[in-house]
């Protein structure tokens, strides 16, 4: 594959990595099930989990998904820039998410103690979910598909500047007729009368 026909696939994996991180940041990363005799209505079991699991890692995924968006529609230095957030993005996602288990599990203790269950912590031996290893390996792939853009970028295809803002348009040789015309219609003149 050559550096242009990069552009499609590292933008597919950095859209596909933001969103499997967004959807594991608002899944239970740590859940806990212990014997619940003693309380009534509850015959065996008594789960714990809290939900969502990391507010700023949502945050920092949406925020990643976002860059993504920019990527698709700028030229090369800029293009360039935004990749290099979505590394930052990605490298703070990893070091939230790397860090969560233990702040999981004292926000846990919080909710024992408010709800007065009687259990603690040690008690319910929490243990991490899927989900936390799915957000380890997702803020992992934001992070790499980030860094391959911002190496890959000066080579991507740029979007044509009949985008641009009419100010930034090149300006075209004024014995062209067609664009004469447009100009006119725009000037409320009727090219019919």
């Known amino acids: 594959m050559t550096e242009r026909g990069s552009f499609g696939p590292v933008v597919l994996a950095g859209l596909a990595a933001a969103g499997l991180l967004t959807l594991a940041a608002t899944r239970p990363w740590l859940v806990a099930e212990s014997p619940a005799s003693g309380l009534s209505g509850y015959d065996s079991v008594l789960t714990v989990d809290l939900a969502p699991s990391s507010p700023v890692v949502t945050a920092l995924a949406l925020a990643s998904l976002a860059s993504w968006g920019a990527v698709l529609v700028t030229r090369s230095p800029v293009r360039r820039v935004v990749a290099g957030l979505g590394v930052l993005l990605g490298v703070a996602a990893l070091l939230v998410t790397a860090t969560a288990p233990a702040t999981l599990r004292s926000?846990?203790?919080?909710?024992?103690?408010?709800?007065?269950?009687?259990?603690?912590?040690?008690?319910?031996?929490?243990?991490?979910?899927?989900?936390?290893?799915?957000?380890l390996v997702g803020s992992v792939l934001v992070t790499v598909a980030a860094g391959a853009a911002i190496r890959l970028a000066p080579a991507w295809p740029e979007m044509g500047s009949r985008y641009d803002?009419?100010?930034?348009?090149?300006?075209?040789?004024?014995?062209?007729?067609?664009l004469d015309l447009w100009r006119a219609m725009d000037e409320g003149e009727d090219p019919t009368a």
């Open 165 to 178: 803002a009419p100010g930034q348009q090149r300006t075209r040789s004024s014995g062209d007729e067609s």
């Open 107 to 135: 926000a846990m203790a919080d909710s024992l103690e408010r709800a007065g269950t009687g259990f603690t912590v040690g008690d319910l031996d929490p243990g991490l979910t899927g989900w936390w290893w799915v957000a």
